[in-house]
């Protein structure tokens, strides 16, 4: 009786520790699940600020063109007004 009694004690203290080893073996896990996450989070936003810095781009391009045209009469268009009112002045 008492060898059964010291083997089964001697199990226990081997399950306890491999179940020590397991809990210590799922620490390490939730915390490389949790650098992993970050770090896909932090390429995530990074994508993302990169496809916003592109579409600020493309806007900021697209406003700047029509921004191209001169806001400022030209020559040209002096030119085109004195002749209208050359012609207006003719007809009255």
Known sequence: MQSKLTYLESEHNVSRRRVQELELELEQCKKDVAKERTRVLQVEMEDVERQHAATMKAYADRKGKSRAVPSSP???????????????????
Do not use: L, N, P, Q
């Open 74 to 92: 030209t020559t040209e268009d002096h030119a085109r007004y004195r002749e209208a009112v050359e012609e207006r002045k003719g007809e009255g």
